[in-house]
C-alpha cells in the first residue's frame, strides 16, 4: 500500500482467573517441567509452535478468546491448578529452608557462576552448545537443590543463529533479532525505580550495559545487555551475536561478562563467597576482582591470592588451540587503566596470561593463576587437561599437579520424557525423582514388565518419527523436492509402525567428531544396510560454526551420502538442530552413536540422556563414556593408537564400528521377537538406565562440586580474607620469599640406607637441604614410594622426613626411620616442595627439588 507503513500491537487482557500463567511465563521452571509448557500448548497448539515454544511471546499473541474460553473451562482450570500446585510446592520448599547437598557450606556462603552462554530451553535463545545446554543445566540442578547460587551471562540480541540446508547439502545460518518483551527476562530496578545501568571502561570510552533478571527456579540469572541509546552504535553491537564479529568484539565481550559481571553483582549488593569461571571467557573477572581489594589497601600480590583462593575454573577444551587468546598490543590497549589503578606495569599484566612458546594473551591461563580449583569435566578431561596446562606448574609432574576433575551430568527433570512418570512411580516408588543417586531405587528399573517398558520406549520413538517427517518435509518442500521422492525417503520413518531400528547422531558438526566414520568403507556401510528384513535408520542433525568451513563440508558430504540410491531412505539429515529437536531424539532413537577422535571429546552429555531413556550408547571410549560404559550398558568402539596416522585410525575404529552394527546391534534389536520385541534388548536399555541415571545426574554432579570445590572455597575465603585479609597479605609475602630462594634449595643424601632388610625391619633415611635462607617449616622433605615401573601418583606411598638439625653451610637434616609393608623391589624416591598451611593445594606454587 502507498505511504508510510505505521504499527500497532494489540495484547490480550488475561483473565484475573489465569492471572498466574504470567508469573509462569516469568520463571525459567517451565524450562524443565514439561506439564506447565503443556499448559500453554493446549491453549493453541499452532501459535505454541509458532512462538517457539515460548509462554512470555504466547502471551502476547494468543486470541481473547481462547483466554476467556480458558477462563471458564474446568477442565483447564484443574490442569493448572495442578501446574500451579507443583510449583508452588518447588518454591515453596525454598521458603521452608529446605535444603539438599549443601550443608557443607555456611548460612552466609553464595556461589556467583559465569558463563558466556545458558541453554534453558529455545525461548531464551542465548547459547550455541553443550556449554552452554551444560551451563543450563547446572543452574536448574542447583535451583533443584536450593544451592546459594546466582549465575551471570550476556544477553545477545540474536544469539545464536538458526540452520536451513538446501538441496545441495550446503548449510545456511539466519539470524534474527530477538524481542526482549518476548523472552523470560525483566529490567533490573534500583530502589528509586530506575533501570540499573553499569559502566565498563574501554579503550577512550565508557560502554554502558543494562542488567536484566531472568527467574530460574530457585536461582537467579543476571544478563547484560549494549544495546543501550547510550553507547556508539558500535558498543550497541557489543552483545549483539554470541560468539559474533571480530577479535575486538570477542574481547569486549569477554570484559563485559568479567568485568560488568562482577560490578552488576556490586551493584546489587550481592557478595559471593565463590566464584566459578566456567570456561575461559569469564576470566577477567579475576582483574576486576583484584582492583576491587585495592580499596582495601591491598596490595597487587595479596589481592591476587585473595581472589584466586575463592575461584573455581573449570575448562571444557580438549586442544591447546581451543583456548582463547589475545594479542598482548591489545591486552594492554584495553587494560591501561586497570594496571594505573593497580600500580602494575603491562609486563606484571602480561605475565598472568602468558603461555610457553607463545606471544598471546590467554584467557585460560589467567583463569589458572587467578584461581585455586581447577577441573576437567571427565576423568580423561581431568588427564588431559593436567597435561595442556603442566607448564603452569613447571616443575610437577602432570598427573600431580592441581588439575582435578567432575564427571559432567545431566539435568534429568529437563530430559527425561514424561512419558516415563507414570511407570516410575509405579514401580521405583513415589519421589523417585529426589532419589536419583540410589542405586537401589534404580535397580527396581527391572520391575517394570518388558512389555510396558517396550510400548513406552515405542511410543517415544514414534513422537521423534513424527516430528522429523515434519521437518523433513518442511525442509524437501522448501527445496523443491517432490512429494514421490519424500514418500522414498521416510519409507522407514513411519510414526505409526515405528519398529525400525534407529540410531541418532546429533552434536556440533565439528571435524574432530567424526560425522562421516560411518561412511569410511560404503560398501560394507552398504552390506549392513541391505538386508530388508532388518531395517536401519541413521538421524544426523547438528550445525556446524559458520566460519568453520570443514564443518559445513561434513554437512555436505553427509547430505550426499543420504540422497545415493544405496542409502536413500537409510541416512536422514534435519535441518534446523535446537533443544526441541534435541529432547525428541534423546528420548526416541535406539541408540546413540558418537565417535569422536579421542581423546578430543571433553565430555560430551547427548548419550547421557540418551541413556537414561533407555537408548543405548555405541561411542568411542571418550568423554563421560569412559567412565559410564561397564560391558553390559551399551557398545564401546575401543580408540587405536595414537601413533597410527588420521587414515590408518580412522579405518581401525569404523572397523570396529560396523563390527559391532553388524555383529552385535542390528541382531540384538531383531532377535527373538515373536513377542513384538526382542528380550535381551529391553533387559539391556533396562541395564542402560540403571547403570547411568545415577551416576551422571546433576544432583552427583553439584554435590561433587560442592564437596571438592565450592565448599573448600569458601572455607579458604574465610581464612584469607579475615582479620583484614591478614591470610592473603601473608601467604603473598611467604610465596615471594619462597621464590626468591627456591633456585638455591638442593638436596644431597647423606647415607644410604641398607639395600635389603627383613619384613618388618627399618629403613633409614638422612637428607641434607640446602634451604637458601629458607626455615625448615618453609617445606615439606618426602620420600615416595613405589613398585617399580608404577607411574600413577595415586598408587604410591608418601612419607614425610623430619627436621633433625642444622649442619655446616647453611644445610639442614631431614630424617626417616621407616618400616615398610611391602615385600619384594621398591623404588623409592626424595624430593622437596614449599609447604605452607594456608595452600589449597600442596603443588600450586609448581615448584618442586628431586634428590
Not at 481473547?64 to 493448572?80: C, N, S, Y
Not at 543494562?210 to 543476571?222: D, F, R
Not at 513384538?676 to 542402560?688: Q, R
Not at 562440586?705 to 591470610?727: C, E, I, L, M, V
Request: glycine share 6%; net charge neutral.
Amino acid at each position: 500500500m502507498p505511504g508510510t507503513n505505521f504499527q500497532l500491537e494489540v495484547n490480550p487482557a488475561i483473565p484475573p482467573r489465569l492471572a498466574r500463567l504470567e508469573e509462569l511465563s516469568n520463571d525459567l521452571w517451565y524450562s524443565w517441567d514439561r506439564a506447565s509448557r503443556a499448559l500453554f500448548a493446549r491453549l493453541h497448539p499452532s501459535l505454541w509452535h509458532a512462538v517457539n515454544h515460548s509462554p512470555k511471546a504466547f502471551l502476547k499473541r494468543i486470541d481473547q478468546k481462547r483466554l476467556l474460553g480458558a477462563a471458564e473451562d474446568p477442565i483447564f482450570q484443574g490442569t493448572m491448578n495442578r501446574v500451579l500446585s507443583t510449583y508452588d510446592s518447588y518454591h515453596q520448599a525454598l521458603a521452608n529452608n529446605e535444603h539438599h547437598g549443601n550443608e557443607t557450606l555456611a548460612q552466609d556462603d553464595l556461589i556467583a557462576y559465569f558463563c558466556a552462554e545458558f541453554g534453558f530451553h529455545e525461548s531464551l535463545p542465548i547459547y550455541s552448545g553443550g556449554l552452554g545446554i551444560l551451563a543450563g543445566d547446572h543452574c536448574k540442578g542447583a535451583s533443584d537443590m536450593r544451592l546459594p547460587f546466582v549465575a551471570v551471562g550476556l544477553l545477545y540480541r540474536q544469539g545464536y543463529f538458526q540452520q536451513t540446508i538446501d538441496r545441495e547439502g550446503q548449510q545456511h545460518p539466519h539470524y534474527f533479532d530477538t524481542d526482549f518483551d518476548d523472552l523470560p527476562i525483566i529490567p533490573v530496578k534500583r530502589a528509586d525505580g530506575s533501570e540499573m545501568l553499569i559502566s565498563v571502561e574501554m579503550p577512550g570510552r565508557t560502554v554502558w550495559a543494562k542488567v536484566w533478571s531472568a527467574k530460574t527456579g530457585n536461582t537467579m540469572l543476571y544478563l547484560l545487555d549494549t544495546d543501550l541509546v547510550e553507547n556508539s552504535l558500535t558498543d550497541r553491537d557489543i552483545t549483539h551475536r554470541l560468539y559474533g564479529g571480530e577479535r575486538a568484539t570477542r574481547i569486549e565481550q569477554e570484559i563485559l561478562l568479567g568485568i560488568g559481571g562482577v560490578r552488576a553483582l556490586r551493584e546489587l549488593n550481592i557478595k559471593p563467597t565463590v566464584w566459578h569461571i566456567n570456561e575461559g571467557h569469564a576470566a577477567f573477572l579475576i582483574l576486576e576482582r583484584i582492583r576491587g581489594l585495592f580499596d582495601q589497601n591491598l596490595d597487587f600480590a595479596s589481592a591476587l591470592e585473595a581472589v584466586a583462593v575463592n575461584t573455581v575454573f573449570t575448562t571444557h577444551t580438549a586442544v591447546p588451540a581451543g583456548h582463547d587468546h589475545f594479542t598482548e598490543e591489545m591486552v594492554l590497549n584495553y587494560f591501561s587503566q586497570f594496571c594505573a589503578a593497580t600500580g602494575i606495569d603491562g609486563a606484571r599484566l602480561l605475565a598472568l596470561g602468558r603461555t610457553p612458546n607463545s606471544h598471546e594473551f590467554n584467557m585460560t591461563a589467567l583463569a589458572v593463576r587467578g584461581s585455586r580449583h581447577h577441573n576437567g569435566v571427565s576423568r580423561i578431561h581431568g588427564h588431559v587437561s593436567s597435561t595442556i596446562l603442566a607448564s603452569l606448574w613447571p616443575q610437577i609432574e602432570p598427573a600431580e599437579n592441581p588439575v582435578d576433575y567432575v564427571t559432567n551430568a545431566v539435568h534429568v527433570p529437563t530430559f527425561l520424557a514424561t512419558d516415563w512418570y507414570e511407570t516410575f512411580d509405579r514401580h521405583l516408588g513415589l519421589g523417585w525423582m529426589h532419589r536419583l543417586t540410589d542405586q537401589n531405587c534404580w535397580q527396581n528399573i527391572h520391575r517394570i514388565p518388558d512389555q510396558i517398558f517396550w510400548s513406552i520406549r515405542q511410543s517415544l520413538k514414534a513422537q521423534l518419527l513424527h516430528l522429523i517427517r515434519h521437518r523433513v518435509r518442511e525442509q524437501h518442500l522448501r527445496n523443491q523436492g517432490s512429494e514421490s521422492h519424500l514418500d522414498r525417503m521416510l519409507k522407514y520413518a513411519d510414526p505409526a509402525n515405528p519398529t525400525v531400528l534407529t540410531l541418532g547422531f546429533a552434536r556440533r558438526f565439528a571435524t574432530y567428531k567424526r560425522a562421516t566414520l560411518l561412511f569410511n568403507n560404503r560398501n560394507w556401510l552398504r552390506d549392513i544396510l541391505g538386508d530388508n528384513s532388518r531395517p536401519v535408520l541413521f538421524i544426523f542433525a547438528g550445525k556446524a560454526h559458520p566460519a568453520d568451513e570443514p564443518g559445513q563440508a561434513l554437512i555436505r558430504q553427509v547430505s550426499e551420502l543420504s540422497r545415493q540410491p544405496e542409502f536413500e531412505g537409510h541416512i536422514l539429515v534435519l535441518e534446523g538442530y535446537d533443544q526441541h529437536l534435541a529432547r525428541r531424539l534423546v528420548s526416541g532413537v535406539d541408540v546413540w552413536l558418537n565417535n569422536p577422535i579421542y581423546p578430543l571429546e571433553a565430555s560430551g552429555t547427548s548419550g547421557i540422556k540418551a541413556a537414561i531413556n533407555g537408548a543405548m550408547n555405541l561411542s568411542v571410549l571418550d568423554g563421560w563414556w569412559g567412565e559410564g560404559y561397564d560391558g553390559k550398558n551399551g557398545w564401546a568402539i575401543k580408540p587405536t593408537s595414537e601413533r597410527l596416522d588420521p587414515a590408518e585410525r580412522d579405518a581401525e575404529e569404523a572397523r570396529t564400528l560396523y563390527e559391532l552394527l553388524q555383529d552385535s546391534v542390528i541382531p540384538l534389536y531383531y532377535r527373538n521377537t515373536s513377542l513384538g520385541y526382542s528380550p535381551e534388548w529391553v533387559a539391556m536399555a533396562k541395564h542402560s538406565i540403571t547403570s547411568i541415571m545415577p551416576r551422571f545426574n546433576m544432583q552427583r554432579m553439584l554435590t561433587e562440586y560442592t564437596k571438592k570445590f565450592y565448599a573448600p572455597a569458601a572455607t579458604q575465603w574465610r581464612k584469607f580474607a579475615g582479620d583484614n585479609f591478614s591470610g592473603a597479605r601473608h601467604v603473598a609475602a611467604w610465596k615471594a620469599k619462597i621464590r626468591g630462594a627456591w633456585s638455591g634449595v638442593r638436596l644431597r643424601q647423606v647415607a644410604l640406607p641398607s639395600m635389603r632388610a627383613h619384613y618388618g625391619e627399618a629403613f633409614q633415611f638422612e637428607i641434607a637441604v640446602q634451604l637458601n635462607g629458607l626455615d625448615p617449616k618453609d617445606l615439606t622433605v618426602e620420600l615416595v614410594v613405589s613398585r617399580p615401573g608404577e607411574k600413577n601418583p595415586a598408587k604410591s606411598k608418601r612419607y614425610a622426613l623430619h627436621h633433625k638439625q642444622v649442619l655446616d653451610q647453611g644445610e639442614h637434616l631431614f630424617v626417616r626411620e621407616l618400616t615398610l609393608d611391602l615385600c619384594g623391589k621398591i623404588d623409592y624416591h626424595i624430593r622437596a616442595f614449599p609447604h605452607h598451611e594456608l595452600l589449597t593445594h600442596p603443588f600450586e606454587l609448581g615448584m618442586m627439588v628431586w634428590l
